[in-house]
C-alpha cells in the first residue's frame, strides 16, 4: 500500500493499515505534518504554529487521538472585541448610538440564522444574501456575512454552501488549542507508524500515478518509482485542483469533483512584542482593518500576536514582500488598539509570515463546501477499481469541515473500508 502524502491523515491511514498492509508513506517536504507545522522561531518565547492551531466543534476524533499520545489542551479564554464597522459610527445614521446599533446588528444576525436555518435547497452565500436580504438596510449585514465567511472560512461567497454555513455559525463551542503544539501530535504519529513498520519517506515528491485495476506504479522526481497493490491519495484539494499529480490513465471526473470543492487561502502573521501592548482578557479582536482578526497566544503570558487575513485579503496581500506584510500588520495593530505606529513598531520583537499559498505542496490552506460538494465527495469517495482512493481533510462531509479532525475522520473512513475489503 502507498500513502501519497504524509500529512495527519496519511499519518492515521499508516498507522491504521499497518497491520493489514506493508504501508510506504511518500511526503514531499523534508518533514511530516503536512498542514500541522509547529516550528521553534528565534525571537519567539515558545513554539509558534504555522497551520492548524485550534480544535473547533467537538474534535472528539482529535482529542481521542491527543489523550492517546499523553497531549494537553488549553481553553481559549477572554472576549470577543470588535472594532469592526458594527460599532463604529456611521454618517448615514447620525442619531443612532454605537450600543443601538450594536444590538441591531445582532438582531439581523439572528434574522440571518433563522432565514438560513429553513432553506431546502442549498446554494451559495451571495446568491442567499441577494435574495433574503437585498434591502439596503441589511447592507452592514450582507457584508458582515460576507467577511465572516472570508475570514473564518476562507470562502468566497458567490461559491460557499449556506448550509454548511450554518451548521458551523449556529453551534457555540469553545475553542481549544494544543498545550506545546500540535506538532507533538505529528511526532507521536510518525514515532508509532515506524513502531509498526511502516516505512516513511521524506523528501518524496511524487509526479504520476500509473495505475490498473490491482496494480499502481508511482513515479517522482529524480528515478524515484515504487510499485503496490493499491494507493491512497491524501494531498490537498489544492494540489489536486492543481492537476500536480499526472494519472495514466487520467481520472478526469476525478479532478473534475475536487475543482467543485472550495478551497481557500489565509496569510498569518506572528509577530513578537517586548511589552504586552494590548488589554488583557481578550480572545480575539475582529476588525476591518487590512490584517482583520488577531489573537493573543492562548494560555501564554508572552506578547506574541496572531494575525490572520482570509479570503480576498489574503489575495490582496500575497503580492507582499514579507516587510510589507509587516507594515500592513503594524498598521492594522495601530487602528485596533489606537496606539502610535511608532510605539507598536518599536516595541516589535520578531516576526514572521506564512502564506500556504506559495506552498506548492498545499497550495492554500483549507477546503470549503459548495452547494457541489455533495455530489463531488460521492465521487472522490468512490474506489477507482480498488485500487486508488482519495482521503485528507477535504474528503469528508461531516461538521466542522477544512480541520484537523476532519482530516482524521476522513481517513479513519477509509481505512475501515479498506480493512473491511482486507478481512472479507
Ligand atoms: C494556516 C492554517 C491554519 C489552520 N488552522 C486550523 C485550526 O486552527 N484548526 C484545525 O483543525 N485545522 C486548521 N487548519 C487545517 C488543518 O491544518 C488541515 O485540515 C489538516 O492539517 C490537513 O491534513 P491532511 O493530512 O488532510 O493534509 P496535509 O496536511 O496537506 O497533508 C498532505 C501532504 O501531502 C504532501 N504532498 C502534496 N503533494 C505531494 C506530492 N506531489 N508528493 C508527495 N507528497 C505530497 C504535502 O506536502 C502534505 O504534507 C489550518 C490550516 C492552515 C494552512
Given at each position: 500500500?502507498?500513502?501519497i502524502?504524509?500529512?495527519?491523515?496519511?499519518l492515521?491511514?499508516?498507522?491504521?493499515?499497518s497491520?493489514?498492509?506493508?504501508?510506504?508513506?511518500?511526503?514531499?517536504?523534508?518533514?511530516?505534518?503536512?498542514?500541522?507545522?509547529?516550528?521553534?522561531?528565534?525571537?519567539?518565547?515558545?513554539?509558534i504554529?504555522?497551520?492548524?492551531?485550534?480544535?473547533?466543534?467537538?474534535?472528539?476524533?482529535t482529542?481521542?487521538?491527543?489523550?492517546?499520545?499523553g497531549?494537553?489542551?488549553?481553553?481559549?479564554e477572554?472576549?470577543?472585541?470588535?472594532?469592526?464597522?458594527?460599532?463604529?459610527?456611521?454618517?448615514?445614521?447620525?442619531?443612532?448610538?454605537?450600543?443601538?446599533?450594536?444590538?441591531?446588528?445582532?438582531?439581523?444576525?439572528?434574522?440571518?440564522?433563522?432565514?438560513?436555518?429553513?432553506l431546502?435547497?442549498?446554494?451559495?452565500?451571495?446568491?442567499?444574501?441577494?435574495?433574503?436580504?437585498?434591502?439596503?438596510?441589511?447592507?452592514?449585514?450582507?457584508?458582515?456575512?460576507?467577511?465572516?465567511a472570508?475570514?473564518?472560512?476562507?470562502?468566497?461567497?458567490?461559491?460557499?454552501?449556506?448550509?454548511?454555513l450554518?451548521?458551523?455559525?449556529?453551534?457555540?463551542?469553545?475553542?481549544?488549542?494544543?498545550?506545546?503544539?500540535?506538532?507533538?501530535?505529528?511526532?507521536?504519529?510518525?514515532?508509532?507508524c515506524?513502531?509498526?513498520g511502516?516505512?516513511?519517506i521524506?523528501?518524496?515528491?511524487?509526479?504520476?500515478?500509473?495505475?490498473?485495476?490491482?496494480?499502481?506504479?508511482?513515479?517522482?522526481?529524480?528515478?524515484?518509482?515504487?510499485?503496490a497493490?493499491?494507493?491512497?491519495?491524501?494531498?490537498?484539494?489544492?494540489?489536486?485542483?492543481?492537476?500536480?499529480?499526472?494519472?495514466?490513465?487520467?481520472?478526469?471526473?476525478?479532478?473534475?469533483?475536487?475543482?467543485?470543492?472550495?478551497?481557500?487561502?489565509?496569510?498569518?502573521?506572528?509577530?513578537?512584542?517586548?511589552?504586552?501592548?494590548?488589554?488583557?482578557?481578550?480572545?480575539?479582536?475582529?476588525?476591518d482593518?487590512?490584517?482583520?482578526?488577531?489573537?493573543?497566544?492562548?494560555?501564554?503570558t508572552?506578547?506574541?500576536l496572531?494575525?490572520?487575513?482570509?479570503?480576498?485579503?489574503a489575495?490582496?496581500?500575497?503580492?507582499?514582500?514579507?516587510?510589507?506584510?509587516?507594515?500592513?500588520a503594524l498598521?492594522?495593530?495601530?487602528?485596533?488598539f489606537?496606539?502610535?505606529?511608532?510605539?507598536?513598531?518599536k516595541?516589535?520583537?520578531s516576526?514572521?509570515?506564512f502564506?500556504?499559498s506559495?506552498?506548492n505542496?498545499?497550495?492554500?490552506?483549507?477546503?470549503?463546501a459548495?452547494?457541489?460538494?455533495?455530489?463531488?465527495?460521492?465521487?472522490?469517495?468512490?474506489?477507482?477499481?480498488?485500487t486508488?482512493?482519495f482521503?485528507?481533510?477535504?474528503?469528508?462531509?461531516?461538521?466542522?469541515?477544512?480541520?484537523?479532525?476532519?482530516?482524521?475522520?476522513?481517513?479513519?473512513?477509509?481505512?475501515?473500508?479498506?480493512?473491511?475489503?482486507?478481512?472479507?
Open positions: 500500500m502507498i500513502i502524502g504524509g500529512g495527519i491523515a496519511g492515521i491511514a499508516a498507522r491504521e493499515l497491520g493489514v498492509y506493508q504501508v510506504i508513506v511518500l511526503e514531499a517536504m523534508n518533514r511530516f505534518g503536512g498542514r500541522i507545522h509547529t516550528i521553534n522561531e528565534h525571537g519567539f518565547p515558545g513554539p504554529e504555522a497551520g492548524a492551531e485550534f480544535l473547533h466543534g467537538k474534535a472528539e476524533s482529542l481521542k487521538l491527543l489523550k492517546e499520545a497531549i494537553g489542551i488549553v481553553s481559549v477572554g472576549e470577543l472585541c470588535q472594532t469592526d464597522d458594527r460599532t463604529q459610527d456611521d454618517a448615514g445614521n447620525p442619531g443612532n448610538t454605537a450600543e443601538g446599533r450594536e444590538e441591531e446588528s445582532d438582531k439581523q444576525w439572528e434574522e440571518l440564522l433563522t432565514q438560513m436555518s429553513v431546502e435547497q442549498d446554494t451559495t452565500l451571495l446568491e442567499f444574501l441577494n435574495k433574503h436580504f437585498g434591502n439596503e438596510k441589511y447592507n452592514s449585514l450582507q457584508q458582515r456575512a460576507i467577511s465572516y472570508a475570514g473564518f472560512d476562507l470562502a468566497d461567497a458567490g461559491k460557499v454552501s449556506v448550509k454548511s450554518y451548521a458551523e455559525w449556529s453551534q457555540h463551542n469553545e475553542d481549544r488549542v494544543v498545550a506545546g503544539g500540535y506538532g507533538q501530535l505529528i511526532d507521536f504519529l510518525v514515532a508509532d515506524e513502531k509498526r511502516c516505512e516513511l521524506k523528501n518524496a515528491f511524487v509526479t504520476g500515478v500509473g495505475w490498473g485495476a490491482g496494480f499502481v506504479e508511482v513515479l517522482g522526481q529524480g528515478e524515484m518509482r515504487y510499485r497493490e493499491k494507493c491512497i491519495l491524501t494531498v490537498s484539494a489544492g494540489v489536486l485542483q492543481n492537476g500536480d499529480i499526472k494519472f495514466n490513465p487520467p481520472i478526469a471526473r476525478y479532478h473534475e469533483a475536487a475543482t467543485k470543492i472550495g478551497f481557500g487561502n489565509v496569510v498569518k502573521i506572528l509577530l513578537s512584542f517586548d511589552q504586552q501592548l494590548w488589554k488583557d482578557g481578550v480572545s480575539f479582536f475582529l476588525s482593518e487590512e490584517v482583520p482578526t488577531w489573537w493573543p497566544q492562548p494560555g501564554n508572552a506578547a506574541v496572531t494575525g490572520w487575513a482570509g479570503g480576498e485579503r489575495l490582496a496581500l500575497t503580492a507582499l514582500s514579507d516587510e510589507e506584510l509587516v507594515e500592513k498598521k492594522s495593530l495601530s487602528a485596533i489606537n496606539l502610535d505606529l511608532m510605539l507598536i513598531r516595541n516589535l520583537n516576526s514572521k509570515i502564506n500556504w506559495k506552498q505542496t498545499v497550495r492554500g490552506a483549507y477546503s470549503y459548495t452547494p457541489q460538494s455533495h455530489d463531488a465527495l460521492k465521487v472522490l469517495t468512490t474506489p477507482l477499481q480498488d486508488l482512493y482521503a485528507g481533510e477535504a474528503i469528508y462531509s461531516g461538521p466542522d469541515p477544512g480541520t484537523v479532525e476532519a482530516a482524521i475522520n476522513s481517513a479513519q473512513r477509509l481505512t475501515s473500508q479498506l480493512r473491511l475489503v482486507h478481512e472479507k
